[in-house]
């Protein structure tokens, strides 16, 4: 039966090409429009690490200035110090944790000829690589002793690797930074999280950095930073001392708790801490610490912009203006079949069948719209991409799921739209189109 | 005219019509609010930098070799660098307008550590900051060469004399900023600094931020091991002189890279970039928007007149004109039209609060409503007047026809 159906519809598609592409055409263009924009959100509000984003959390200390307290929102500062990343490295009490933080560097390929070139560095710890699962291509992190001691090691992205030693198996070469030699330990795998989950205060859709260095090579090196840094009090005399005894804050702090009672047992610990620190004249504010889970924080931050938002809402309506449209002409279509319609009643169709006919029909050009709106989607994206350029040139990418839900999108609107016109039509008398003839 | 028996036509076959008044009202509301983000985002893009965009770029050098010599290496490029033909001026700075990276500070009247300042963006310049970002002093006097004060990535000093804009003034001294001049303001609590001149304006480097016009200029080089240069050059000469300026920096030591040259053209662009892609992409949507919502009142106007043709038929036989078939049909889709638009200001009004509330938006300009009505109102009529002119077209003998 229903391959009888699909046909009487494909038939009763065909018989009015104008109309019936006009309505693809309409359910074409809503998918499109509101597709490219889902896309878009969809990707800035993805998890960037399902497998572990509700353990992994991000630690704020409330060291804020006391002027500033009577803010309505609760903001705290969105990164640490020095001071307080140290000692809670070195407390060492969740099941992993890792303080981080951006700089650049200068490299120095040492072929002939080859200019200098400055690499993005994050510079970190041992748990980084698996806390946050990364992949190796060659070698792995460093290890813990490599921290303490102050090891030169650096582990290098894929296409600084490929830039560099030509992407052959590098572990155990080195690379000149700044004028040192690093040894390289490990290669990572392509790394790209969407939203950059681990630093969104220096930019949720950058890339990540090109090369890995032991944070506490980088401050014993003083290299430069070059993520943001916020003091509201000026540290108490000159020279990179004095910086990293201040209330400055720049540093990322992550803490991995595997279940309710780790997060209970750190949120103590942290609250001890602070209180511990208020007795030597820091923390002026109430005690207010926070541990947030990936999408907490990705929320807290408010990683998806406005814009985004508002244009989402905007192709909604859009889609819902290419809906009316379509009933409207779907209206027009299937009453334009009144005559046919009685007829059938008349010979013995019944209600429901004439009603899962249209319906298919209807299926059917939404089926139409939606290829043709994940088309016009793709070309949309490709807009995008074109006017912000390499900002977003990792949230315009569709995966299957996006795809499935274009499809479904489509279909469903397109069902949506046929229910009205299809009762009108189901809703004629028998024989009453007849008499006239 | 024959509104009434339209109208009461109308009613008896109303879905439609509703359809379309529908379709009409949304688009409106969709229009209009996406005019009026369109409208914000043109002003945030419009306003000056204050700086002489047009001959103005920047290039950073930073430093990597161990003996690279970073105060010898800035006094003897600025030098070069001002020599060269066509350059107007050029200092270290660290930070532009627009950039999106910079410094900023607290700024008191009063010293203390429980003052809370106001946030100011602060530009490194040294005597020939003024005349190289173009800046217009209403008041007070530039620094001198012995004002500049070398400063050290961690130092926390600060030199005695600052240039302040006038917004700055206006925001410390709102009773008199002009008074501003001379008075000592506190940075970092307690340090003193005496304002010894004003500036017209400047933007500070991050464009969305609401203090945008709050910029303090400070005598001072740094020592941070990257530096930038701002280089001005005579007009049309910035082009020529870019990549010989980065040639001859990259040539004159090798202990440095030269990195991230850009045009103030450049920056500007960049940074309004997503402002400037939703202006096009809601100009691409309202137009699409249009043009669908056309396409709907063609469509199911033809209907209409397909679905009438009898009627039309014994009208034309019983003594009416082309006109006013013609007219009949325009009338019907005014009226419709006109309901459309009129539950458009409705849900124009109520989209609009929402986003006020949720995104807090500006509210939109009064005129956008009645413009978007009349615009709306007249594309109902064009998209009409096909299906209409067919109609009128009807031969009166289809009448004494079947069928």
């Not at chain 1, 809503?30 to 960037?48: E, H, K, Q, R």
């Not at chain 2, 070398?150 to 926390?156: F, H, I, L, N, V």
Request: proline share 4%; glycine share 8%.
């Amino acid at each position: 039966m229903f391959s009888y159906y699909l046909k009487l519809g494909w038939l009763s598609i065909r018989r009015n090409p104008l109309l019936s592409t006009l309505m693809v055409a309409a359910i074409a263009i809503g998918i499109g429009a509101s597709m490219t924009i889902i896309t878009v959100n969809y990707v800035m509000s993805s998890n960037p690490i399902p497998q572990k984003s509700d353990v992994l959390f991000y630690v704020q200390l409330d060291s804020d200035d006391l002027n500033t307290l009577d803010d309505e929102d609760n903001e705290l500062l969105d990164q640490l110090t020095y001071l307080d990343a140290m000692a809670l490295m070195k407390a060492g009490k969740a099941y992993r944790q890792v303080a981080s933080n951006r700089s650049g560097l200068v490299l120095e390929p040492q072929g002939e000829g080859e200019r200098p070139f400055s690499v993005d560095t994050r510079n970190t710890w041992a748990s980084f690589f698996p806390m946050f699962d990364l992949r190796f291509l060659y070698g792995g992190g460093w290890d813990d002793t490599a921290d303490q001691n102050l090891e030169r090691v650096v582990v290098l992205s894929k296409e600084i690797n490929e830039r560099v030693f030509g992407g052959e198996d590098s572990v155990g070469r080195s690379v000149r930074l700044n004028g040192m030699d690093f040894r390289v330990v490990g290669v990572m795998d392509e790394f790209l999280p969407m939203p950059k989950f681990y630093d969104v205060t220096n930019g949720a859709f950058n890339e990540p950095e090109e090369i890995f260095i032991p944070f506490n090579v980088a401050v014993e090196y003083e290299f430069d930073r070059n993520g943001n840094t916020n003091c509201w009090k000026m540290p108490d005399g000159d020279g990179f001392e004095a910086f990293l005894n201040s209330e400055c804050v720049w540093i990322q702090f992550w803490a991995e708790l595997r279940n309710a009672t780790e997060k209970q047992d750190y949120m103590d610990f942290l609250n001890a801490y602070v209180e511990q620190q208020k007795e030597l004249g820091r923390f002026p504010r109430p005690i207010n610490n926070r541990l947030s889970d990936v999408m907490e924080w990705m929320e807290d931050q408010e990683v998806v912009e406005d814009d985004a938002r508002v244009m989402l809402g905007l192709s909604l309506l859009f889609l819902l203006v290419c809906l009316l449209n379509t009933i409207g002409l779907l209206l027009a279509k299937f009453l334009g079949k009144s005559t046919d319609n009685s007829l059938r009643r008349a010979l013995g169709a019944s209600k429901s069948s004439l009603f899962i006919q249209h319906m298919i029909e209807s299926g059917l050009i939404g089926l139409g719209g939606g290829l043709f709106g994940l088309g016009l989607a793709w070309l949309g994206l490709r807009g995008i991409e074109m006017l912000f350029g390499e900002y977003v040139e990792n949230l315009v990418g569709m995966d299957w799921a996006m795809v499935m839900t274009g499809i479904g999108l489509a279909i469903l609107s397109a069902l949506l739209a046929g229910l009205y016109p299809t009762w009108r039509a189901c809703s004629i008398a028998p024989a009453s189109q007849l008499k006239i003839q | 005219m024959e509104i009434g028996p339209i109208w009461r036509a109308m009613m008896r076959n109303k879905t439609g019509a509703i359809l379309i008044a529908l379709q009409i009202a949304v688009t409106m509301a969709i229009m209009v609010n996406a005019v009026s983000i369109m409208q914000e985002k043109n002003r945030m893009l419009s306003r000056p930098s204050g700086i002489d965009e047009n001959n103005i770029f920047t290039l950073a050098s930073v430093g990597f070799a161990e003996d690279f010599n970073e105060r010898a290496t800035v006094e003897e490029d600025l030098a070069a660098i001002r020599a060269m033909p066509g350059v107007v001026n050029a200092i270290q700075s660290i930070s532009i307008p627009l950039s999106g990276g910079g410094w900023s500070m607290g700024l008191a009247v009063e010293p203390g550590p429980e003052i809370d300042g106001t946030g100011v963006a602060v530009y490194f310049v040294d005597e020939h900051g003024l005349d190289t970002f173009g800046l217009n002093l209403l008041a007070g006097e530039n620094f001198s060469a012995t004002d500049i004060v070398w400063r050290g990535r961690s130092d926390t000093s600060w030199p005695d004399k600052v240039i302040v804009t006038l917004a700055t003034a206006e925001t410390l001294f709102p009773d008199d900023p002009h008074s501003a001049l001379g008075k000592t303001v506190y940075i970092a609590d307690v340090i003193p600094m005496t304002i010894t001149g004003i500036i017209e304006q400047m933007q500070a480097p991050w464009n969305g931020w609401d203090g945008v016009e709050r910029v303090m200029l400070t005598p001072n080089r740094t020592l941070f091991g990257s530096s930038r240069y701002i280089i001005r050059t005579k007009p049309g000469m910035r082009d020529t002189l870019m990549p010989q300026v980065e040639e001859m920096l990259a040539e004159r030591n090798k202990g440095r890279i030269v990195r991230s040259m850009s045009s103030m053209d450049e920056i500007r662009e960049k940074s309004y970039r997503a402002e400037s892609s939703m202006i096009k992409i809601l100009t691409f949507t309202i137009t699409l928007l249009i043009v669908i919502t056309s396409l709907g009142i063609v469509g199911l106007a033809s209907f209409s007149v397909n679905r009438r043709t009898r009627q039309i038929g014994t009208r034309r036989a019983l003594g009416a004109s082309k006109l006013a078939i013609l007219r009949y049909f325009m009338t019907e889709n005014f009226l419709i039209s006109l309901v459309g638009v009129l539950i458009g200001a409705a849900l124009t009004v109520g989209l609009n609060i929402i986003m006020i509330e949720t995104f807090s938006l500006t509210r939109i300009t009064w005129y956008l409503v009645p413009v978007a009505m009349l615009m709306l109102l007249a594309v109902g009529q064009m998209a009409v007047f096909g299906p209409a002119k067919r109609a009128s077209s009807v031969p009166p003998a289809v009448a004494t026809r079947t069928v």
